[in-house]
């Protein structure tokens, strides 16, 4: 079994596909890490992220960076959203992909191309998704609680341009852009909190594979 997690940045996808990996009692891989960790990469090369070429060269990164801590900032995801643009690097990472998704017991992936391009047979496939101004606020009050800065210190308009132009990238990329596959439920958790949003997932979930 194959399920689709796709969505734009902060709309809670990872949480939300972690959990129903625990809930099914299977397998979780989140892909944007795998990004992250080629965007690390480059900066630790202190090569070019707009590079094709050096953007391939990082996707050799060691395993071990994956453990990284620096892998969740926000400079981290900004240079993934970078790398992520060329097809080079895309196919670079599309075999470890799709290999986590054909493992027996069955996996749950989350990222932006999983139902369009890495497991376009996903048995389920979800686009979880939540306005602007909803994801940045709760990337906003996740960055005061990890105690990056205070309230004041870290404005939210600056959070909101940042989701802005992450969404622009991810959506008018060439190769492999954000979207939702035409057979995937969508399903907006603007106005749901984090407990709403995940058992109107499970519920979707349970329907989508007993109709199956
Ligand atoms: O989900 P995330 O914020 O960790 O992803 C970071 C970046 O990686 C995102 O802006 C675009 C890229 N990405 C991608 O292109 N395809 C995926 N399947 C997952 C992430």
Redesign the pocket.
């Known amino acids: 079994m194959i399920i689709a997690v796709d969505g734009p940045?902060a709309s809670g996808k990872?949480t939300i596909a972690k959990r129903l990996a625990q809930h099914l009692g299977i397998a979780y891989l989140?892909?944007?890490?795998l990004?992250?960790a080629v965007g690390r990469q480059v900066a630790i090369s202190e090569g070019d992220p707009d590079n094709p070429a050096d953007a391939l060269a990082a996707c050799g990164f060691p395993d071990e960076l994956l453990q990284d801590d620096n892998l969740r900032t926000e400079a981290t995801?900004g240079l993934?959203?970078r790398v992520?643009v060329h097809p080079e690097v895309r196919q670079a990472l599309f075999e470890r992909q799709r290999a986590f998704a054909e493992q027996p017991g069955g996996a749950v992936l989350d990222?932006?191309?999983?139902g369009t391009v890495?497991a376009p047979d996903a048995d389920v496939k979800l686009f979880i998704t939540a306005s602007v101004q909803a994801r940045a606020r709760r990337r906003w009050l996740e960055m005061v609680e990890k105690g990056i800065g205070t309230e004041d210190e870290i404005p939210l308009i600056e959070i909101e341009k940042d989701v802005v132009q992450?969404d622009a990238?991810?959506i008018n990329r060439k190769d492999?852009p954000l979207k939702a596959a035409p057979d995937a439920m969508i399903i907006d958790t603007t106005e749901f909190d984090r407990e709403a949003a995940f058992e109107m997932v499970v519920e979707a979930v349970h329907e989508a594979l007993n109709k199956a």
Do not use: H, Q, V, W
């Open positions: 940045t990872g989140d892909t944007g890490l990004y992250r995801g993934a959203s992520s990222g932006r191309d999983i890495i992450r990238r991810d492999a």
